[in-house]
């Protein structure tokens, strides 16, 4: 008989669902489920990616020293205290495994981000859900729940699958009110749709207990590549660069998410399009009857009645072959997350919920 057992807290932990791409028996289906960029990446990210070919051979960077120049310039940082992972959620795990173990606790908040809970308790921390406000973040709500076992937490803005964000005020006055021994830490994930946002920068240069998270995932459509960055306190970086696997990002991840950063036309022409889409799909859904929180992110939160009500919804979209995501895991039981597609995409959304509203009239 083997005694074989994992590390406490690994048992507790729901794998991590990504977005359905098929429909069983429906051909040609609109993927909308992963927030991805539905215009893909930039030809210029496509074009380095290409010359990556030539040198696959070679082992990529290890200090990422070109990619984190280039961040430092276009953001205004100071690349020392830059690190990169594969994806953000590479740099979420590297919080949790420094800084979160057993008898930790580690903040999120009502709706968010699953990655945060998976991590945590990956590493034997216990994971904290904190109520929002109406699907918002709720700062007065986090303080309370906050003692001398907090080590991290963790607030999307905007966050997913809400799609809403806290302003910066509330973020400095958390920041501030935390316990000493605390990390907060501001997932930026989506910071790239919010015109003039610095995705929590100036709150890293201002406090001694921010980090703040980055990705190449959603604007810049890199999804696949799995390139995000994290920026925080020099001695917070230091740390963990030390548990960063040495070659934790490729040579094609590195040169083609610097190509992606250069092009701004690019991500200028998607954040553009996808706030252009985004009303219109906001305001097609309401005139249906389905209602949506103002989403400053890539994506909409469908509101319906009750729960019945979402899922018919969804399996209706689903025939349809519009793939959406349910959120039920996030405590969102009568809602369903729509990704901000192309015009084409949101057109055969809108329609398709509009029928389907139509028939329950
Ligand atoms: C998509 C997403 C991420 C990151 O993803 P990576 O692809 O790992 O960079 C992080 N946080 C939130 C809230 C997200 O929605």
């Not at 706030?275 to 859904?285: G, H, Q, S």
Request: charged fraction near 20%; charge should be negative; include cysteine.
């Amino acid at each position: 008989m083997t005694k074989i057992t994992p590390q406490p807290g690994i048992m507790q932990i729901k794998p991590y669902q990504g977005g359905a791409a098929h429909v069983e028996g429906v051909a040609n289906v609109i993927k909308l489920s992963s927030n991805e960029n539905p215009l893909g990446a930039s030809d210029a990210a496509k074009s380095a990616f290409e010359k990556a070919a030539f040198s696959l051979h070679r082992y990529p960077s290890s200090d990422h020293l070109a990619l984190r120049m280039a961040l430092a310039k276009a953001h205004g940082l100071d690349a020392s205290r830059i690190i990169c992972g594969a994806g953000s959620d590479e740099i979420i795990a590297f919080l949790c495994q420094a800084f979160a173990g057993p008898g930790d606790e580690v903040i999120h908040t009502e709706h968010g981000f699953a990655m945060y809970r998976i991590s945590a308790l990956a590493n034997g921390a216990t994971p904290v859900e904190v109520p929002e406000r109406e699907r918002v973040t709720d700062v007065d709500a986090i303080l309370a729940a906050c003692n001398k076992r907090t080590k991290l937490v963790f607030i999307a803005n905007p966050n997913n699958p809400t799609g809403t964000m806290i302003c910066e005020a509330d973020l400095a006055r958390l920041a501030k009110n935390l316990p000493g021994q605390a990390l907060l830490v501001i997932d930026g994930a989506y910071a790239e749709y919010v015109e003039g946002y610095d995705g929590g920068a100036a709150l890293v240069e201002a406090h001694d207990n921010v980090v703040m998270t980055r990705t190449f995932s959603k604007l810049y459509g890199l999804g696949g590549l799995r390139v995000g960055w994290g920026y925080g306190p020099a001695n917070v970086i230091d740390i963990l660069n030390r548990i960063r696997g040495p070659f934790n990002l490729s040579h094609a991840a590195l040169i083609t998410a610097e190509a992606a950063l250069h092009d701004t036309d690019w991500v200028d022409k998607c954040r553009a399009e996808n706030a252009r889409l985004r009303t219109w799909l906001a305001e097609a859904l309401a005139g249906h009857g389905v209602i949506s929180d103002t989403s400053l992110a890539n994506f909409i939160l469908a509101r319906f009645a009750d729960r019945a009500e979402a899922e018919a919804c969804f399996e209706h979209l689903n025939a349809e072959g519009l793939i959406v995501r349910p959120v039920a895991g996030y405590n969102l039981p009568n809602c369903l997350r729509i990704t901000i597609g192309d015009e084409p995409a949101c057109r055969r959304v809108a329609h398709a919920v509009g029928a389907f509203m139509e028939g329950r009239a």
